[in-house]
């Protein structure tokens, strides 16, 4: 646990992995459950989402208002990053969502990071954001023939976008293919200049700053992007003094995904503290092996108290043995596993 609580040079000499796992970072609303092909599940997010979901065709979903998306994959040096605007700049922003409205977005490039894992950069108008807040994810669809009336039957998919917060003229999604994913192959498969339907925001968790004096981070595979997304906003705010304890569990080192700018984040700001743990250590691996255990979290993660909360993002195996999976309404439902064991309290933590 010492390198939790002190970043060690592994933090500095790491490299651009491999995705592990399945999955997407930001879970299902109600409103989204009822937008979802029940019969696509394997385009359904695998962890911090719904395990079922109902028809749609041409239903049109409501959302909350407006706001911004955060979060860039830096270590793309061609792939250049949205900067601060200032407070005029921002109130002249256009934003690129419509909560009730499926968009049509071109495909700018595709930047391929692992077998099976790609990072796919979508052009707005030069002088727009996305508009999603911190955390919040979006919806996309893809039509896949009709139903037996003749109507366009569609799969649709929730992803979290992990650009920059203030970027114009673009927004980035890292979106893994899995061998039965209807909407996941079809993207995979967009060439530049092919467009994907999308539609929101969908809000999740509102963070506001120093909500809380320290925040704990459990997360595993995909289940990072929304923890990014909230490390981001924090770090970017030098008024922001939330202390940020991530602990981070893959299968192996070579599949930590986004490592290189998690660890360029830990390196320039102490406030963040990350660990990592693999299922299958390499030799000269210095993280953790083996599962998430009681003893790593009560070391790790921030002890019980009002001023403090747990995220939780995983494959539902790790969400049971962690915290609990959601209710089946997609609420938070009751907590368990290794945070009740170790005396957390329901709201103390919070399920992606």
Not at 104 to 132: A, V
Not at 229 to 244: A, K
Request: glycine content about 8%.
């Amino acid at each position: 646990m010492a390198m939790l609580l002190n970043r060690s040079s592994r933090l500095r000499h790491s490299s651009l992995s491999r995705l592990i796992h399945t999955g997407f970072a930001a879970s299902s609303s109600p409103s989204l459950l009822s937008a979802i092909d029940r019969d696509q599940k394997a385009d359904l997010p695998a962890f911090c989402s719904s395990s079922s979901a109902s028809s749609s065709h041409t239903k049109e979903l409501g959302f909350a208002a407006i706001s911004a998306a955060v979060g860039a994959v830096a270590f793309f040096s061609a792939w250049h990053v949205g900067t601060s605007s200032s407070p005029a700049e921002m109130e002249a922003d256009k934003i690129a969502l419509n909560p009730n409205e499926w968009k049509h977005f071109k495909l700018q490039q595709s930047e391929k990071i692992s077998h099976n894992t790609k990072l796919h950069r979508f052009e707005l108008d030069p002088d727009s954001k996305l508009g999603l807040n911190v955390a919040s994810c979006i919806l996309t669809r893809a039509q896949m023939g009709t139903d037996k009336d003749g109507k366009p039957k569609f799969v649709i998919r929730p992803y979290t976008p992990i650009s920059n917060k203030n970027a114009k003229g673009y927004f980035d999604l890292l979106i893994k293919e899995y061998p039965e994913g209807k909407l996941s192959k079809h993207i995979a498969n967009l060439k530049p200049g092919d467009t994907l339907e999308v539609k929101g925001p969908i809000p999740k968790l509102t963070y506001t700053p120093n909500m809380k004096k320290n925040i704990g981070m459990i997360a595993g595979g995909t289940g990072v992007t929304p923890m990014l997304q909230i490390i981001e906003e924090i770090l970017n705010n030098p008024e922001d003094n939330t202390q940020i304890a991530f602990l981070y569990g893959n299968l192996s080192p070579e599949e930590i995904l986004l490592k290189e700018r998690i660890d360029a984040l830990a390196e320039s700001h102490p406030n963040l503290k990350v660990f990592y743990i693999v299922d299958k250590p390499t030799d000269g691996w210095r993280g953790g092996s083996g599962y998430i255990t009681k003893d790593l979290i009560v070391k790790g993660m921030p002890a019980p108290a009002d001023d403090i909360l747990i995220l939780v993002c995983g494959p539902p195996g790790m969400m049971k043995h962690i915290s609990g999976d959601k209710a089946p309404d997609r609420s938070q439902g009751e907590l368990s596993g290794l945070l009740k064991e170790a005396g957390y309290k329901a709201d103390q933590v919070y399920k992606f």
